[in-house]
């Protein structure tokens, strides 16, 4: 099945203590991206990469690191998490977008992570 | 600022009549315009798409408008069914720093009434 996975689906951390969201896609996707959803605000890009070893800054990149050493995986750090990051984050992975086409992004279940 | 808003949070209608969703965008260098479905513990999914140079696209019950010059992007969903309460966010496809990103709106929370 096509799917993408994220682990763990729920956390609740401590301010400062470094945690790793991980992301798996099995369609072979070049591209991948996290997302933060906060109320009202939608989905927010944190970083994304366009095919291993590339990646980029999003809308709200500060406090988070990523890694592309393998195409399938994407994972998501918070080095010293903060309250702030309290958030729904989403993974997500698509073929490369064009100016002629649009490829749809299959999204995670998403991690609601809880930082106190 | 946000470049996409959905103005309505929550819509109720009644089973069996037609769901409007509404979006808003101020930029029109975008290229494709997205509709996208959310059940609670699931992540999204994708529903529609349409292309900066059509005004409308069809795929069963849904139907998806854009009206270039008021800048604005609706879904219409009929007949409207149970299965269809969900929140819906429409997002908007363009190029920044020579990369195609998506901007997204907040949502809208459509709740199908038996």
């Known amino acids: 099945e096509a799917q993408v996975t994220q682990n763990p689906r729920y956390l609740i951390t401590v301010t400062g203590k470094k945690l790793t969201v991980t992301c798996s896609q099995n369609m072979n996707h070049e591209y991948m991206s996290w997302y933060r959803q906060d109320p009202g605000l939608g989905l927010r890009q944190i970083y994304y990469?366009?095919?291993?070893?590339?990646?980029d800054k999003g809308d709200v990149p500060e406090g988070y690191k990523v890694s592309r050493k393998e195409k399938r995986n994407f994972p998501l750090i918070l080095e010293s998490p903060s309250p702030n990051q309290t958030s729904l984050y989403f993974c997500a992975s698509s073929w490369t977008q064009g100016a002629l086409s649009y490829n749809e992004q299959f999204f995670g279940p998403g991690t609601r992570l809880t930082v106190l | 600022d946000q470049q996409v808003k959905q103005n309505s949070p929550s819509l109720s209608v009644q089973e069996g009549r037609i769901s409007i969703l509404n979006c808003d965008y101020t930029?029109?260098?975008?290229?494709?315009f997205l509709w996208y479905k959310k059940y609670p513990a699931e992540g999204p999914t994708f529903l529609i798409s349409i292309s900066s140079i059509k005004d409308k696209n069809e795929d069963g019950r849904f139907t998806v408008f854009l009206n270039k010059s008021a800048k604005h992007l609706s879904l219409h969903i009929v007949p409207s069914q149970p299965g269809d309460s969900a929140v819906y966010f429409c997002a908007v496809q363009g190029v920044w720093d020579s990369n195609y990103q998506l901007i997204w709106g907040a949502g809208t929370k459509l709740i199908i009434k038996p």
């Open positions: 990469s366009m095919n291993v070893e590339v990646t």
């Open positions: 930029n029109s260098m975008f290229d494709y």
